[in-house]
């Protein structure tokens, strides 16, 4: 039997997508995550955290149908919670559609022949407990490693919280377990909101931290909050071994005003706080961020604001996007969206100036020592990423562990290095 595991959107879904794997490869299956002709299941992880992500969702069932005629699909995901319908409806291959939640339902649908009394619309709500999944494919170079997940948040642009519930933690022992058997040289540690980690046992991130500190694989973080930033958690993080001092610290706007209106509990006051006690406690290292650019309430001079936050707290790289309305999200019933073109002009600012920041950032390299974590070699170079996420290229090396380099000069979109 042929199975194909299909997932758009962020690394929680591809890593609940590798646990899917896993389970039909026990239950017999060849697996592919890419849209095949001739398989006999579909299984469509969707996305919503944009309507492009949500459109895309749509556009890859229909490629499942065309390529699978007489196939069995299934669509689950945050589009598919936030809308069932818009997929059930599609075409009478898609026979079962799930949520965000209960993807372990699917495993035990496969496991019994798919019978057709359970065919049709499941949506089952989060629950307060973390839901365990088989233990994803062990990917050798970076593994992925799922805490946490749900949000409590509430941002008003954002409509995941509906979708995947309220925040809940994975028992710090799992995660341990996880993290000790695998033989990746750099595991991440990833979630919907991480930062908000706290297990059933009342262990905090601080806590899992300390728990990896002996960890052989490096370690890395997801994307993070303010509120984490404390003298603690960044004493914790000094213990670890392998730590990779880079930290994606979410940002959104430089704008208090629209900080406030996203309902983000911080200033950029606060912001810029968090990122001088990161550097003063790992000095070599980078801050990367994500900016929703042309929130409605957003003004000429509050968009001015996060374009001078990309240089005062000069990040390594800038994730920007353009603001886009969620229905059913506070931002959405509450205000009226801005002009495309205004938001497409924004954005393309905002990146020129991150592409003059990263610039200065790489310079300041050229000449130290990193230690890269090499990924795979292509047109004579092998390429990987620093601990302080830096994209590097040698000329030569075995690719296999990782290496100590030093940097020569700029190269591509990171550095050209040679070996230590």
């Known amino acids: 039997m042929k199975a194909v595991v299909f997932t758009l959107g962020c690394k929680v879904n591809d890593v609940e997508s590798g646990s899917l794997i896993r389970g039909l490869e026990e239950l017999g299956y060849t697996v592919s995550r890419y849209i095949e002709d001739g398989a006999d299941l579909y299984i469509i992880n969707t996305c919503a955290v944009t309507a492009e992500a949500e ?14 005629k007489n196939a069995k699909i299934i669509v689950c995901g945050c589009a598919s919670q936030r809308d069932a319908r818009q997929f059930f409806d599609k075409s009478e291959n898609v026979f079962y559609v799930s949520g965000a939640q209960a993807k372990n339902r699917i495993l035990e649908l496969a496991a019994a022949g798919f019978p057709a009394e359970s065919w049709g619309i499941c949506l089952e709500d989060s629950g307060k407990t973390y839901e365990e999944m088989p233990v994803p494919e062990c990917l050798k170079t970076r593994n992925f ?8 948040r509430f941002c008003s642009y954002c409509i995941i919280p509906y979708l995947r519930g309220r925040s809940r933690s994975r028992a710090l022992s799992s995660v341990v377990e996880e993290v000790l058997s695998s033989s990746a040289a750099e595991t991440v540690l990833t979630g919907i909101d991480i930062s908000d980690y706290r297990d059933e046992d009342g262990n905090t991130f601080v806590d899992l931290l300390l728990a990896l500190k002996d960890a052989p694989t490096r ?9 984490l930033i404390t003298d603690e958690f960044l004493s914790a993080a000094k213990q670890v071994k392998h730590f990779a001092p880079q930290f994606h610290l979410s940002l959104q706007s430089g ?15 606060e912001y810029l706080a968090a990122c001088r006690k990161i550097y003063d406690t790992f000095p070599s290292a980078s801050i990367t961020t994500d900016v929703i650019v042309g929130f409605p309430t957003e003004t000429e001079e509050d968009f001015l604001q996060s374009v001078r936050i990309v240089e005062e707290a000069g990040f390594l790289q800038v994730h920007a996007f353009p603001y886009s309305p969620r229905q059913g999200t506070v931002a959405f019933r509450k205000y009226k969206e801005l002009p495309a073109s205004v938001k497409k002009e924004r954005v393309e600012r905002l990146l020129q100036k991150a592409a003059k920041v990263k610039q200065k950032y790489l310079e300041k390299t050229i000449g130290k020592e990193l230690s890269v974590v090499w990924e795979y070699c292509s047109q004579g170079y092998w390429e990987g990423y620093s601990d302080n996420y830096v994209r590097v290229y040698v000329e030569d090396t075995t690719g296999k562990e990782p290496t100590h380099v030093c940097v020569e000069k700029l190269f591509k979109d990171g550095v050209l290095a040679s070996q230590i």
Not at 55 to 67: D, H, L, P
Not at 219 to 227: A, D, K, P, Q
Request: with cysteine.
């Open 255 to 269: 704008s208090n005003a629209v900080l406030k209106s996203m309902n983000r509990h911080y200033t950029r006051e």
């Open 55 to 68: 459109r895309k969702s749509r556009q890859t069932v229909g490629k499942a149908i065309k390529a699978g």
């Open 219 to 227: 370690i890395r973080l997801g994307s993070i909050e303010v509120s």
């Open 145 to 152: 490693v799922k805490i946490q997940d749900g949000c409590n």
